[in-house]
């Protein structure tokens, strides 16, 4: 389980950070580092000094451009964030999440990303509206942000203790096989499919998007949907475009519905 827990963080600037995060995840038996667009080397004397033992996972280390390059093939990820945000989005106590792991983590191509922000501004708006829920850690409300790596701390503990009670809690029953859910890339799809279908039919304005891709997408994570019904639910928007574009003045005659539904 713990193999399958991603510590992502973006735009770090501070390389003692990225060693103490690599020393904490290590103490916790995390082992999956990657880096997004950081603002600073990675492998520095100070962050080996901060690891203290664990600059391997500082090596080991994959570095990326963007979030998504980073969250890919992960089926849920959990923003980790110091205040509230304008549109409120699911929360997560750390508690709740270190409990919801094992479930989230049965099926075999499961991955959580816990993503972590900048030393300075935090995770902006767009990135978290890419994480399926927020976690916050309770603090201070008058002094509420952690040091990065604290902050990693925190959670990658909270991952360690749900790890030791799921082992203990082991039994001989096997639950019902897990549908795969669909993947961050597979949504990612699904939403710029989404929002196209939306402006050919009118009924989005990019020049007025009031927060409708955001609602949306609010909604969609929500569901956590399936592979299946993702692509379930791009069959009706291929068929909604086919549709649309039928009814232009210059359109080819309608699909009968068979013909529609048969649209990948
Ligand atoms: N000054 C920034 C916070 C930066 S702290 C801001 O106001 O947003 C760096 C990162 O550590 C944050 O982006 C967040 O991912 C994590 N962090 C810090 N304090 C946290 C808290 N109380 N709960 C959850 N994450 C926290």
């Given at each position: 389980?713990?193999?399958?827990?991603r510590i992502v963080l973006?735009?770090?600037?501070?390389?003692?950070?990225i060693?103490?995060t690599a020393?904490?995840m290590?103490?916790?038996?995390?082992t999956d580092l990657v880096l997004?667009?950081p603002?600073?080397?990675p492998l520095?004397?100070?962050s080996?000094?901060?690891?203290?033992?664990?600059d391997h996972l500082v090596h080991q280390a994959k570095v990326v451009?963007?979030?998504?390059?980073?969250?890919?093939?992960?089926?849920?990820?959990?923003?980790?964030?110091?205040?509230?945000?304008?549109?409120?989005?699911?929360?997560?106590?750390?508690?709740?999440?270190?409990?919801?792991?094992?479930?989230?983590?049965?099926?075999?191509?499961?991955?959580?990303?816990?993503?972590?922000?900048?030393?300075?501004?935090?995770?902006?708006?767009?990135?978290?509206?890419?994480?399926?829920?927020?976690?916050?850690?309770?603090?201070?409300?008058?002094?509420?942000?952690?040091?990065?790596?604290?902050?990693?701390?925190?959670?990658?503990?909270?991952?360690?203790?749900?790890?030791?009670?799921?082992?203990?809690?082991?039994?001989?029953?096997?639950?019902?096989?897990?549908?795969?859910?669909?993947?961050?890339?597979?949504?990612?799809?699904?939403?710029?499919?989404?929002?196209?279908?939306?402006?050919?039919?009118?009924?989005?304005?990019?020049?007025?998007?009031?927060?409708?891709?955001?609602?949306?997408?609010?909604?969609?994570?929500?569901?956590?949907?399936?592979?299946?019904?993702?692509?379930?639910?791009?069959?009706?928007?291929?068929?909604?475009?086919?549709?649309?574009?039928?009814?232009?003045?210059?359109?080819?005659?309608?699909?009968?519905?068979?013909?529609?539904?048969?649209?990948?």
């Amino acid at each position: 389980m713990l193999d399958r827990i991603r510590i992502v963080l973006i735009g770090t600037s501070h390389p003692g950070n990225i060693g103490a995060t690599a020393r904490a995840m290590h103490n916790m038996g995390l082992t999956d580092l990657v880096l997004v667009a950081p603002r600073c080397e990675p492998l520095t004397s100070e962050s080996i000094s901060r690891a203290s033992g664990a600059d391997h996972l500082v090596h080991q280390a994959k570095v990326v451009d963007t979030l998504e390059q980073a969250v890919a093939d992960c089926t849920l990820a959990v923003g980790a964030s110091a205040r509230s945000r304008t549109l409120p989005w699911p929360m997560i106590t750390p508690r709740a999440l270190g409990e919801r792991l094992p479930q989230e983590l049965a099926g075999a191509d499961a991955r959580v990303a816990l993503v972590f922000g900048r030393e300075d501004s935090g995770l902006s708006n767009a990135e978290l509206q890419r994480c399926h829920a927020h976690v916050h850690i309770p603090t201070n409300p008058d002094f509420s942000s952690l040091n990065l790596a604290a902050a990693v701390q925190v959670l990658a503990y909270e991952c360690r203790l749900a790890w030791l009670a799921a082992a203990g809690a082991e039994t001989e029953q096997e639950e019902e096989p897990h549908q795969p859910l669909a993947s961050h890339d597979e949504l990612e799809h699904y939403f710029a499919h989404l929002e196209r279908t939306l402006i050919a039919i009118g009924f989005h304005d990019p020049a007025l998007p009031r927060q409708l891709m955001a609602r949306l997408r609010r909604f969609t994570l929500r569901a956590r949907p399936e592979r299946m019904e993702l692509n379930i639910l791009r069959g009706i928007l291929a068929a909604t475009e086919k549709g649309a574009a039928a009814q232009r003045p210059d359109a080819a005659p309608l699909q009968s519905p068979e013909e529609a539904r048969r649209e990948p």
